[in-house]
């Protein structure tokens, strides 16, 4: 099987501080990959190359893309990565206010999304959003308020379906349950378990916290100043960890 996406040898420095240093793995078609490690151990840096946001200094980010097959994203032109930005792409981020527009409506939010690939119909885009918004259990009744009068789960949820609504084959997610209150958290994470089960949805997701890997990812890496000193499957790396490092991440968890 083609790998939906393949990271090979990704490297990012800041003069002399590495972000992340030669970072290798592949990713599959309906494969959720888990990113763990400190602050500053490297995983945001990682995420940001992979996703386009960052420019890395070495290393290629190759994307099985519908029309052209495998291509290395990294050398795209940037009309065509902000494109496979609004359709096979998505990126969550750990603040909504971030990947939300906070002065349009919350069914504006969702259908700028559709129009950006070519929707014109105000009625079907409404129709879409409305629909989305219910899937990320927000009432139908909010489709026109603004995203400044809801919680910050609410807002999560809304930043959630605007990604969504297009379909994509890949989300990226920064720590999608972060600052959240824990039973927020718990519905945000039931929630997000559900659409990437349904849609079969490829992910990759970069958090602190084990228990949200556990719940969601399939594989995990460890990383730990910028290299990865772990990887495997989710329960196998949690349940058995081989590392010094993710030894102490697991058994810091257990003791809180």
């Known amino acids: 099987m083609t790998p939906l996406l393949s990271v090979q040898g990704i490297t990012k420095r800041y003069g002399a501080h590495i972000g992340c240093a030669d970072v290798s793995f592949d990713l599959y078609p309906g494969e959720v990959m888990g990113i763990v490690g400190e602050s500053g151990s490297g995983k945001s840096t990682l995420l940001n190359c992979m996703a386009g946001h960052l420019r890395p200094d070495a290393g290629s980010v190759v994307f099985d893309t519908r029309g052209h097959g495998p291509r290395d994203t990294v050398t795209m032109s940037e009309p065509e990565r902000r494109m496979l930005g609004r359709t096979d792409w998505a990126f969550v981020h750990q603040h909504a206010r971030d990947g939300l527009r906070m002065g349009v409506s919350a069914g504006g939010n969702v259908g700028e999304r ?40 609410m807002q999560q949820r809304l930043q959630i379906a605007r990604n969504l609504v297009t379909g994509p084959r890949l989300v990226f997610m920064d720590e999608p349950t972060g600052g959240l209150d824990v039973s927020v958290q718990a519905r945000l994470l039931d929630l997000l378990r559900g659409l990437v089960r349904d849609m079969g949805l490829s992910a990759i997701i970069v958090t602190h916290d084990l228990a949200v890997v556990r719940l969601l990812a399939d594989r995990l890496m460890v990383m730990k100043d910028g290299h990865v000193v772990e990887n495997g499957l989710t329960d196998q790396v949690l349940d058995d960890p081989q590392h010094a490092y993710t030894q102490l991440l697991v058994s810091s968890v257990l003791q809180v």
Request: aromatic residues 8%.
């Open 114 to 153: 559709l129009m950006a690939v070519g929707a014109r119909h105000y009625g079907d885009i409404r129709d879409k959003a409305v629909d989305w918004l219910e899937r990320v259990e927000i009432d139908a009744s909010r489709v026109d308020d603004r995203p400044t009068t809801f919680s910050g789960g």
